[in-house]
């Protein structure tokens, strides 16, 4: 005879309230008055109480989240709505609950029949998981050089700018390059150049004064930002002065301009609901800036949307 045969037949001879003692986790019948009606020592020990404390009482009395729970379960059961389980928080623990309803004679839900078992480890490693999870989320949200937004996070800020944003408004984006930055590599090294592009990216971030610009750091040399809902002559005079405070950080380099490492920068509006193809307008905004390089570099520059201009005059 198997252990779940000798449990039937040592069930049988039961009262419920020994039927009730039988189950190894925490049980409980309670009315719909959400009176308890019969419980085992696990469920008592559960709510520090004792079975003699309990019965008769109603739930509430011993947990107000559990009294709250079994409230809304009769008020699915009157719906003509199923639940069959749950989870509850009940002093410092996670309890899943399997809920089974008793019916009257009228099949209407007199009582409901609970087990529950502690999934306090479960939920916690879950919880820990979930933390790791948005951390290593985060992270991967940020340049580890520079310490600056990446492209993942301009996804998101441009789903953010959308959904708030109203029609026909607008932004000007600017993508900027380091000038000569793979000379700069091989004249000073790894270390250094990475050093110059995170004072490069701090100074950039330092001048942008208003919450709404958002910085990005793109690949290697090149950064990109968003300025929503500013004029022209204004985003343009921020420019200006970006380009100006990198030249002001003197970071030599013997083949920049005045044997600083520069950057040259181009501006484009764009109307806030028509940013789609990011990847698509930062490779355009990259083109014609090579292009306007030819004219001279440490400058800022207006996108042209004729390039054959452009390519005409060099």
Not at 98 to 122: G, H, M, T
Not at 123 to 130: P, Y
Not at 171 to 193: C, Q, Y
Not at 217 to 227: G, H, S
């Amino acid at each position: 005879m198997d252990m779940l045969q000798q449990f039937a037949i040592d069930a049988f001879y039961q009262t419920p309230e020994e039927l009730m003692n039988l189950f190894p986790i925490p049980t409980v019948i309670i009315h719909k008055s959400s009176t308890i009606l019969y419980a085992n020592h696990r469920f008592a020990h559960l709510h520090n109480s004792t079975l003699d404390q309990m019965i008769g009482r109603k739930i509430s009395s011993f947990s107000e989240a559990a009294g709250k729970s079994v409230e809304g379960y009769f008020a699915t059961f009157a719906r003509r709505e199923s639940i069959d389980r749950d989870e509850i928080y009940v002093n410092g623990f996670y309890f899943q609950i399997l809920i089974q309803p008793i019916y009257d004679k009228n099949n209407r839900v007199e009582a409901i029949f609970c087990f529950q078992w502690n999934i306090s480890k479960i939920k916690r490693l879950q919880q820990v998981f979930h933390q790791n999870n948005k951390r290593h989320k985060e992270q991967l949200r940020f340049d580890q050089i520079t310490h600056v937004a990446n492209e993942y996070a301009l996804e998101d800020y441009v789903f953010e700018l959308k959904k708030s944003s109203q029609e026909n408004e607008h932004t000007i984006v600017v993508l900027i390059d380091v000038d000569h930055f793979d000379e700069f590599n091989r004249e000073h090294g790894f270390m250094k150049a990475n050093a110059a592009l995170y004072a490069i990216a701090q100074t950039l971030k330092f001048e942008l004064r208003r919450e709404s610009d958002y910085l990005i750091k793109l690949n290697r040399d090149r950064f990109f930002i968003m300025f929503p809902n500013i004029s022209y002559l204004s985003a343009f005079t921020i420019a200006e002065r970006l380009r100006n405070s990198i030249y002001q950080l003197n970071l030599q380099h013997q083949a920049g301009i005045d044997q600083r490492l520069t950057i040259s920068i181009i501006l484009h509006t764009v109307f806030i609901e028509k940013l789609t193809a990011l990847n698509h307008l930062i490779h355009m905004l990259g083109d014609q800036l090579s292009l306007n390089k030819y004219h001279g570099r440490n400058r800022c520059t207006e996108y042209n949307q004729n390039p054959q201009a452009i390519r005409a005059v060099v």
